[in-house]
């Protein structure tokens, strides 16, 4: 029996000119919609009272299992107004997968991929009018999950849970909007190890990569690339974006992202780009660069661009990086145009400009 979405609209919405004004405001993750949704579970019961209801803060136990142990994780995904007025999300059934794939190495219930796919629709339908019009500009939705159980026993997981749906306007990821960023080489520390969370989207991951961004930010740079655990020369990710290098020029370009090794994250804008580079005719391929195969690489004129990609900041080009032993330029410190035309390619598709020919969008209003 599928789980129903009990609707209880907030009796106090945001009045149209308070929406619009905070919807002009643009930025990223710090104005929310009227609505989330909550959906709990309870071991031996399962998933129940599943809610659509005022936004509004949570009440928790001192003693709940998540603030101890940190068993937590979350997604992030976008709704889109379409050329033709239509409201739609992009690839939420991957975002559904890779939640549950997370929720298994956290050792927490797995979501039924319809409830989740319920849940956003719900909310998107009755929130509807703050998904922003304007190029570049989304609803950003936040699925996450948590464990409440109230203990601080450590020898099992929690048996107690709370799946919740937040959503806000989205302009911009970086203040910059799309113009190149500079990044720092973390060689002090590691992102994640094979065997460890790295798949997972939990959020210790990112709590212990905000030192390391501390650092790149006091070396001047917006974002910190992460090396691998191990030999601390291979390049993993940046920041919360997978990586893109582009080797070679105009109808010679070539791209190549680091392989999945079991610390990277499997993003989903990383998996989307290597499928709409395939349909622009250009070659992808996932494999592995070190640090010194990077500036080599620049150097010699072979790798003209590189870019980060993600969800909430879609494509990002990198214009320096810098390190302990010196920096240096990518190109002539500008987007390039593989970077350019692949963003353009992902937002046609997000927006229905172009043809959707992967099924990616699901229509909701």
Avoid at 201 to 224: H, M, T
Avoid at 343 to 358: F, V, W, Y
Wanted: charged share 20%; with cysteine; net charge negative.
């Amino acid at each position: 029996m599928t789980l129903t979405i009990d609707l209880k609209p907030s009796s106090t919405p945001k009045a149209v000119e308070e929406r619009e004004a905070l919807k002009a405001v643009g930025g990223f993750g710090q104005i929310f919609s009227d609505h989330m949704v909550t959906i709990r579970y309870t071991e031996g019961k399962g998933w129940h009272d599943a809610v659509l209801e005022a936004y509004g803060p949570v009440s928790l136990d001192p003693a709940a299992s998540v603030l101890h142990y940190g068993q937590e994780i979350f997604e992030g995904l976008k709704a889109f107004r379409t050329a033709d007025g239509q409201i739609v999300s992009f690839r939420p059934d991957a975002n559904a997968a890779r939640f549950n794939r997370s929720a298994a190495r956290m050792a927490m219930p797995e979501l039924p991929e319809d409830l989740f796919l319920a849940a956003i629709d719900a909310l998107v339908t009755v929130d509807r009018e703050w998904v922003p019009e304007g190029e570049g500009r989304s609803l950003y939705l936040r699925p996450f999950m948590f464990a409440t159980q109230v203990g601080l026993g450590v020898n099992s997981p929690s048996k107690e849970y709370l799946f919740m749906l937040i959503a806000g306007p989205a302009g911009s990821y970086f203040a910059g909007g799309v113009k190149p960023v500079t990044v720092w080489l973390s060689e002090d520390y590691v992102r994640a190890v094979k065997g460890g969370t790295g798949e997972a989207k939990c959020g210790g991951n990112y709590a212990a990569s905000f030192l390391a961004q501390a650092q790149a930010v006091e070396q001047g740079c917006d974002q910190v690339v992460w090396l691998d655990g191990v030999d601390h020369k291979y390049v993993e990710e940046m920041g919360s974006n997978n990586l893109y290098f582009v080797y070679g020029t105009g109808a010679e370009a070539r791209l190549m992202t680091p392989a999945l090794t079991g610390s990277l994250l499997p993003g989903i804008t990383r998996d989307s780009l290597l499928k709409v580079a395939a349909d622009l005719g250009i070659p992808a391929e996932e494999g592995t660069i070190s640090v010194e195969q990077w500036r080599d690489g620049v150097a010699a004129g072979e790798i003209t661009e590189v870019f980060g990609c993600g969800t909430a900041a879609v494509v990002t080009p990198l214009g320096r990086v810098k390190g302990k032993d010196g920096e240096f330029a990518i190109g002539d410190g500008e987007p390039g145009p593989v970077t350019l035309r692949i963003r353009e390619a992902l937002l046609d598709i997000q927006t229905g400009k172009a043809p959707d020919l992967h099924h990616w969008l699901r229509k909701i209003a």
